[in-house]
């Protein structure tokens, strides 16, 4: 990724600081948390009391400080139209045992002197409910007694693509997809964009990944005001995005104005139920979900299920009935959990109207901002530069980089939101293939021989010719995916029809 990066940073405000301070806290989407928030004036008085009721505070201190979050907690509870009882009061004391036990692992206990910590050195955003960018829908998560909506939000990328549409489409699937799969979640995503619309999934290989580049790929020839974003959901801190494949994919999501999110903290190692509790973010912040190919079990149909315990329109696209990897998609179309997807080539039918995206207007300017590299080492912690004074105080977690790099930044790389066809195929003429980087080169000359022995150039048939002639540089689907991607957002491929070409700029 270049060093520096030009996207709209929202000001870390003083309650989400305090929100995620109680995240910290959370073993997942803990309910008694949400709770005790609906019958609090704010996080921050949550917080506060939450410390003075500690076992380690003088008594005087530590049991009116506990009378007050339960009394705060049967409010939530009421509030949320729920009523307390005996059981779910042992539960809450339960849940403050542990909250108070992770919360000594906070190198300080004032949550307001974190912000440096909590942002990984200024190179992730933390919004909360009240945000112009905060997505409202992920409310509908309260309709479960067991869960809750996340309590903040960390990103990389544009948080504004978060509200760039009333109505996203979410796209889910098997990591170990087939052709006809990708091809499904590719095509719908590329169309959605195109259209304006949001396009939402996790950050797995895959389905996952096909429908964020066919997204991506929706800003070929066009105005990139007038596309649509992506958004990618993760099941842990953003510094463990995986897998590390799909590293240029994410560097692309966030070039191009989408969004890299998550409920949890920095550091926080994406675990095998987590993935569960992820998906019913994708599900919440869809209001369509499309289901492109899915075994009996799998992730994609538990976030199905969710879509529909929230009310969401499920579509599942058929497969052979002879294939396991299809057997997940019939299941649901046959027991009526899903509609069937009739075609990808177009979401007229499964979409609402095209627009233009919607991207709030009370963000602060676009800054430039330093962009945390996995070898770099992290800045020293520093608390002044975050000290806050009054509630209403915004906490800025950005840096201002140099002019000159940035300008130098800008000379290099091409700028993909031209206004006009002309402007785009002007940048692109004249591809020097001895000019491409080695693997793009043995890419090119891949889809050469397919022509030459007049094969249908797809990714599977790459992967095949790849395997007689360059199988330890392009030894699996998932590199072949990652290259064709890359290379189609530079304009050196293009898809016509089912198979790939050779951009008309190649020479």
């Keep these: 990724m270049n060093e520096h990066n030009t996207i709209a940073m929202p000001v870390l405000s003083r309650d989400a600081l305090f929100r995620a301070a109680l995240t910290f806290c959370l073993d997942g989407a803990d309910a008694s948390m949400y709770a005790l928030l609906k019958g609090s004036p704010n996080a921050e008085t949550v917080w506060r009391v939450l410390v003075e009721s500690h076992p380690a505070k003088p008594s005087n201190i530590c049991a009116p400080a506990c009378n007050e979050l339960e009394r705060m907690f049967a409010n939530g509870l009421v509030t949320w139209g729920r009523k307390p009882t005996a059981d779910s009061m042992k539960a809450f004391r339960l849940a403050v045992t542990n909250w108070h036990n992770r919360m000594q692992d906070l190198p300080d206990l004032n949550p307001l002197a974190l912000a440096d910590w909590f942002t990984a050195d200024g190179t992730q955003w933390i919004i909360a409910p009240g945000n112009p960018c905060w997505p409202n829908q992920l409310e509908d998560l309260a309709i479960r007694s067991d869960w809750a909506p996340p309590l903040c939000l960390w990103g990389k990328g544009d948080p504004r693509a978060l509200t760039s549409c009333p109505k996203p489409l979410g796209i889910v699937g098997s990591r170990d997809v087939t052709e006809y799969g990708r091809y499904v979640a590719h095509t719908l995503a590329e169309q959605a964009a195109t259209s304006g619309h949001l396009v939402v999934s996790g950050g797995a290989m ?92 799998s992730g994609a149909l538990n976030t199905a299920g969710w879509a529909c315990e929230l009310m969401r329109e ?190 008309e700029y190649v020479t």
């Design 206 to 297: 895959g389905t996952d990944a096909a429908a964020h580049w066919g997204a991506l790929n929706a800003s070929h020839g066009c105005n990139q005001l007038t596309v649509g974003k992506t958004v990618a959901v993760f099941a842990g801190g953003l510094n463990h995005m995986g897998p590390l494949r799909n590293r240029t994919l994410f560097e692309r999501i966030e070039g191009q104005s989408g969004a890299l999110i998550s409920e949890l903290c920095p550091n926080v190692v994406p675990e095998a139920r987590r993935f569960l509790l992820r998906n019913r973010i994708i599900a919440a912040l869809s209001s369509t979900l499309v289901v492109a190919q899915a075994r009996l079990r």
């Design 314 to 503: 499920v579509y599942a696209a058929p497969g052979d009935i002879n294939q396991p990897v299809n057997a997940g998609c019939n299941k649901i179309i046959s027991e009526q959990k899903a509609v069937l997807l009739c075609a990808a080539t177009s979401t007229e039918d499964i979409c609402h109207e095209a627009h233009q995206p919607f991207i709030v207007d009370d963000m602060p300017e676009p800054r430039t901002i330093k962009s945390a590299a996995p070898t770099q080492t992290s800045v020293p912690h520093s608390t002044a530069t975050h000290a806050v004074q009054h509630a209403s105080s915004p906490i800025s977690t950005v840096e201002q980089a140099s002019q000159t790099a940035e300008h130098e930044r800008k000379r290099k790389t091409p700028d993909l939101r031209t206004s006009s066809q002309e402007e785009y195929h002007a940048k692109r003429a004249c591809i020097r293939v001895g000019e491409l980087p080695e693997t793009q080169r043995m890419m090119v000359a891949l889809i050469r021989e397919c022509n030459k022995r007049h094969l249908i150039a797809t990714p599977d048939t790459l992967l095949q010719v790849a395997r007689t002639s360059a199988p330890d540089d392009i030894p699996d689907i998932a590199t072949v995916l990652e290259l064709l991607g890359i290379m189609e957002l530079n304009g050196i491929i293009e898809r016509k029809a089912d198979a790939l070409v050779l951009s």
